[in-house]
């Protein structure tokens, strides 16, 4: 590819960026620029754009040099000008977007579409082919990268990074994800720092740092970085191509080797001015190589004659002229820039195309016996153990360091991926191996980035991670969320495996951890968000969330919220049930109900692992107690049955709600998490006004007063009990049990020496977990 | 202080740890350790903790022989055993809690209190003196450190970061903010690394690459990074000394400048082995030196005599005998190691001690006329511009590169802070220079840290944000409310300044920035937790947003949240009806109700300022068509008055929420943020059926079918107008207007015209948008 046509395609580009962001008609120039040429409403950003396109078409030159099988990830921030300019170029556009022809009528219709309502957007949504990520948010395009290459070894990921996102922390530390990445199994990224030098209003820390620091610090993530110091168009594309080759002889030396070694990767420091070709200056302020470029460089182009002859001679001095013909169409020369693989066509970037479907071991083979307390997550290593060795390049886990806390560990039995240094320890129970199947790091949004981009990419995989530290990246699920709600609408875009999420190590046995370790808030950041995508499950036992991961393991599209525990607990369903009451989302049960087949008198209903313990022993004491007493026992595992059906497709309808919530009885509902969630789901349905929730309070007031334990009761910062926990949030057996006699108009005689009975026995408890630092043994049977 | 006495001193520290975590008697090992002298439930973390030991006794050193004002930063999770430690040998503890006296009982008392009911916690809790981060949840350490040095010139802040916590994207780039910092005004950050290896079950990376890979990237982050590797307690003393010595010499030579410039600080990395001084082996498993130190090192010493005899071995090889006397006081020895200054009492540590109330302009000053339409944060930029001016050394204003956008830019008269290279270009509106009182670095978390060891350390500050990214930091700020929820309870510290996040660039003005930017969803991650903590705040206007913050600025212990837009809007209050209205939190506004002091037929409420502007527009409307309509419409300021007081301080009683949204009639209320949670706040009052949401929704169904704008309509993903994205979540006028229409029984045979008469309206809003890529002008009248 000659870089004279490369320059021209570059040229274009940038006159194609500048036409998206300025031109509503005359877009080839053909006649003097008028102020009704120009967009009523300026949006779009420039800043990045001529960089992007660089790069772009630079890729282009290695895939087609090289026979590069190539994806091309874009990180910085509103660069979609830069992007979609080449890829209309390059005729991928049009292939998915028929309007956007390759002549006058087509490019006229992709100025007018940009940043217009119903057109295409100012990122690099999910409406454009090529794209795996729309770079709205910032701070993953490593990650996501990253995750793409994995199990891909023919894989070239180029990551066009900016130099404003690199300040995040995602970004900062996503670096070091080299040190997990084995050459022989997995692809390669190629980061390109797009160092521009600014951001919306303010210099980019790296750009004002020492060459040598900057160097320094790369070769401190452990990368050889080349600096391409670009000015001067043509000086520069030699000087990128020669980096670009440069890199790429990099690679192919390092993808030469056929054992497992830990590679020095090469990575491309592009240092161009900020708006780069833009106007240097205008009304005497710095446009080009300032921040001022970032997005609309000047905006009074429709009512100022001097913005306007000022952008008619930035835009001539593409010398549009040359670059299309009288009907528009790009120059040969332009087209011979294009690679036969185009990145937009690029099939890694629309990974439900090359999704090939687990091969599932039967979780029969997995499942425990209820009789026995169990720990709810140690089958599911078991299965997911299998799941590896069924798909060995297909299938993944990752964690941020707590998978073996997670009960997870059989699992390692595929080792854990890590290709730095290894010590005679490791051999110890390290599990280390550049073949290994399990990544952890400890940067909760590394392990989410990579997740993402392997299952953009067709693949498969779970996060296990800390429930209460998953609000971490509640953001960047929200994003991803955001992500497949559009992808689901585009027609070309194949469903994705789902996002699928295992919160354990949860907020009622982090008694011995503290208070910053506790949190069940995570599915209220995700809860009001897009129902076609967002599902919760609280299994609560082994064999239901074996089942529970077995579906979300087949299941596309979706981010599957999965929140069990890790530590011992009674066990309830054997598989068979198991599987009938995760498929249902909720159900009555049998062998916590009394009269179950009768209209109840109270429903005692629950979610969440530890709350359904609570309420089952709750429903033990109250039937010893109260003989007469019908009680109800509903156990919801998918928490958005609760919603109405017309708001999210697992709701229930109100016929089937009432059935199993009664239209007047009250409902003492056991949560997991914050109660008002629950109201939130429910207060539409008819009985609301009998729900009573207990879940975690931040706010707690009980009826308990010993002064000598006012500390304690408090509960917080510093060391609880499972049992205290419960005690104090309410969501323990006794609380339940006095609840209901009090809530039950035919217990009313009864109520006040039960209720006696039952507070001494919160007393007990709590005066036990005080002296001996741990729960009354009885009270965990 | 002689390195042999700190020896002794972190021999002894060494002890104590071992003992909190194990022993529950026998606690200065005067008989043959017993099964009974073990805790029986043994929490606690050793890995970390001799290298805290280590670092402190170290800062310790420093501290007298420099005569320095040190605050000492623990980053390392759950290393609480490291810190206690030597915060009791100090004769710190014993002062904020007196019955850890330095003599045998009082020994007794620390370990059994250690990690057990209503005692001391496995992290550095608000509790512990001298900590002003718990470092539950990883990666603020640096940023709280540079946030507490700022303005502060003689402190010297000892920031330990843990190797585990330096993967995490926040500590990832927190290095940084070392562009920030002058050191002729500001103090100075002395980052020591703990390289000790490994995490919960993983090496760490850090700990895996080479040397020079290593100091490369400390390099790379601007510091001058000094490798000590300890092995041999005798031999890494001195180099830890000779390190620190070092250390304290490049700073003092540093602070010597009385001209600004960027130095490049020392940093120093402590490699020693995780869990140092535990034994290197039991059952043939590697202890020290191996993540299995990271917690309890083995955990069978009441049932495994072999494990009680490694355990015994363990406490006796630091000699207990030698550093306590008969009556467990420490020996003389011990004593000397302590400084004048001790780490637990600096001042520093408690901020509120130091903190000075701002003096703050009149708001009057700064008002508007609210004939006018505004730009409401723009006002807001002055008054703080002026609060800067008033209060040179005590208030900041932070943010991620968005400060311009958001239109505070008047307080760049102040200049935002940088040291590192600046360019000609810097001179046109720049702003940048080092003593500048904005600081803007593009990761939210680092901003967030910044903040929040500014005012942690006795200050003043305001983060500014757009609205969707704040949920980037909601873990970060529910972490701070657990820090700040706590540090209410406890006596001896004093009430910090609140932590001010202002959300700008809201979700309904995300039209041209697309799906990525349009997230309310921040609230909802907050509204659950301590009703002490949290405030948010809705001003519907620039001149109550001028009241609000002026508030807020006087409170303490808070995060207020305050969202409002920064796009110009109408305005409705002048300043003395604004204070008024913000003081009660909601108001009937009777500008826009009709027969105010009726009993009305609907209540038209709305919260936030462009719901509110619909609302009200809404109200022209029906008034026009209804005229024997009665209106009354309310306003709501302070979202947790719809909470019922016995849930939120702030929140209405019954009857004052009757009086205002009556208890029979319909309410229509126009919300910013998710719908869903205006009926989390009010599902318990009267007239909670009749209520009616609207807001931000992701699951759009609307009335409107019009082919040829299906994708618009959808108004996802790409590119919208304000009115549009309005009318696609029926917040708009129309909506409204209909919505009441059809609510209200009188009205009935009004409603099938009226309504054609709506929807015609939106279809013609909708068609323009559509067609001009902006909204009809006179519906922005």
């Not at 020369?333 to 599932?360: C, D, F, H, T």
């Not at 990752?398 to 009960?407: C, I, Q």
Request: aromatic share 10%; with cysteine.
């Amino acid at each position: 590819m000659e870089l004279k046509n490369l320059h021209l395609y570059w040229k274009a580009s940038c006159y194609i960026a500048t036409g998206m962001i300025y031109l509503w008609d005359n877009v080839l120039l053909k006649e003097p620029l008028k102020p009704e040429h120009i967009k009523r409403r300026l949006l779009g950003h420039w800043g990045a754009s001529p960089g992007i396109s660089f790069i772009y078409a630079h890729t282009n030159r290695i895939i087609e040099k090289y026979d590069l099988d190539c994806l091309f990830v874009v990180g910085p921030g509103h660069g979609a000008p830069g992007y979609i300019a080449p890829l209309y170029l390059d005729q991928t556009l049009v292939k998915y977007y028929p309007h956007f022809t390759l002549d006058e009528e087509g490019l006229k219709k992709l100025f007018r579409s940009f940043s217009f309502p119903a057109g295409l957007g100012s990122h690099c949504t999910p409406e454009l082919p090529g794209s795996i990520q729309e770079g709205g948010e910032l701070g993953y395009v490593l990650s996501h990268s990253y995750g793409a290459v994995l199990d891909n070894p023919k894989l070239l990921a180029v990551a066009v990074v900016g130099d404003g996102e690199a300040e995040t922390g995602p970004l900062a530390t996503s670096w070091h994800v080299n040190k997990f990445i084995n050459p022989v199994r997995d692809g390669v990224v190629l980061p390109v720092l797009l160092l521009n030098g600014y951001k919306i209003n303010n210099p980019t820390i790296l750009a004002r740092i020492d060459e040598e620091e900057l160097i320094n610090l790369f070769k401190g993530y452990g990368y050889e970085p080349k600096l391409v110091i670009a000015e001067e168009p043509i000086q520069a594309h030699e000087s990128m191509a020669q980096a670009m080759d440069w890199a790429v002889e990099r690679i192919l030396d390092i993808k030469s080797h056929t054992e497992p070694f830990r590679p020095i990767y090469p990575m491309i420091i592009l240092k161009t001015p900020k708006g780069w070709t833009a106007p240097r200056k205008v009304n005497d302020r710095y446009i080009e190589g300032y921040w001022r470029a970032h997005q609309v460089p000047f905006s009074d182009a429709r009512n100022n004659p001097e913005h306007l002859r000022i952008l008619e001679e930035w835009l001539r001095s593409y010398e549009p002229e040359k670059l299309f013909d009288q009907n528009g169409r790009p120059i040969d020369e332009i087209l011979r820039a294009v690679p036969k693989k185009k990145i937009g066509e690029s099939p890694y970037a629309n990974g439900g195309m090359l999704r090939v479907p687990l091969k599932l071991p039967k979780i029969e083979a997995f499942c425990i016996d209820p009789a026995n307390k169990a720990e709810n997550t140690r089958p599911l290593g078991m299965f997911l153990r299998e799941v590896m060795r069924l798909n060995p390049n297909n299938f993944r886990l990752f964690g941020p360091d707590e998978t073996h806390s997670n009960r997870l560990y059989d699992v390692f039995e595929f080792g854990k991926a890590w290709v730095a240094k290894t010590l005679v320890e490791d051999e110890d129970e390290g599990h280390l191996s550049p073949f290994g199947r399990t990544i952890e790091m400890l940067s909760e949004h590394t392990v989410e980035g990579l997740l993402e981009g392997y299952i953009l990419t067709g693949r498969h995989g779970i996060l296990n991670t800390y429930e209460g530290f998953a609000p971490i990246i509640s953001s960047m699920v929200n994003q991803f969320g955001k992500w497949l709600d559009i992808s689901s609408d585009i027609p070309w875009r194949m469903p994705v495996s789902s996002l699928n999420l295992l919160l354990t190590s949860v907020v009622w046995r982090q008694d011995h951890n503290g208070f910053t370790h506790q949190d069940p808030g995570f599915i209220n950041s995700v809860v009001d968000k897009w129902p076609n995508v967002v599902r919760v499950y609280f299994p609560p036992d082994a064999n239901t969330l074996l089942f529970i991961v077995w579906q979300c393991l087949q299941s596309t599209n979706r981010i599957n919220i999965i929140v069990v525990d890790k530590q011992k607990h009674p066990q309830y369903l054997n598989i068979e049930e198991a599987k009938e009451h995760a498929m249902k989302g909720l159900g009555v049960w049998k062998f916590a109900s009394n009269f179950p087949d009768e209209e109840p008198d109270v429903v005692i209903a629950s979610c969440g692992d530890i709350p359904t313990k609570e309420a089952v022993k709750a429903v033990k004491i109250l039937i010893e107690h109260c003989p007469d007493l019908r009680i109800r026992f509903v156990n919801v595992v998918n928490l958005f049955c609760l919603t109405p059906n017309q708001e999210h497709p697992d709701g229930l309808t109100d016929k089937d709600f009432d059935s199993y919530f009664t239209v007047d009885k009250p409902v003492i509902f056991n949560f997991h998490g914050y109660p008002w969630l629950i109201h939130r789901l429910t207060y539409r349905r008819k009985n609301h006004n009998n729900l009573h929730v207990r879940g975690y309070r931040e706010n707690r007031k009980i009826g308990i007063d010993l002064t000598h334990l006012t500390n304690f009761l408090k509960g917080r910062g510093g060391i609880t009990t499972p049992m205290q926990l419960a005690i104090l949030n309410q969501i323990d057996r006794f609380s339940i049990a006095i609840d209901v006699v009090q809530r039950v108009p035919k217990l009313s005689n009864k109520a006040g020496s039960f209720v006696d009975e039952m507070k001494n026995m919160q007393i007990k408890a709590l005066e036990y977990a005080y002296n001996h630092g741990v729960d009354m043994p009885e009270l965990d049977e």
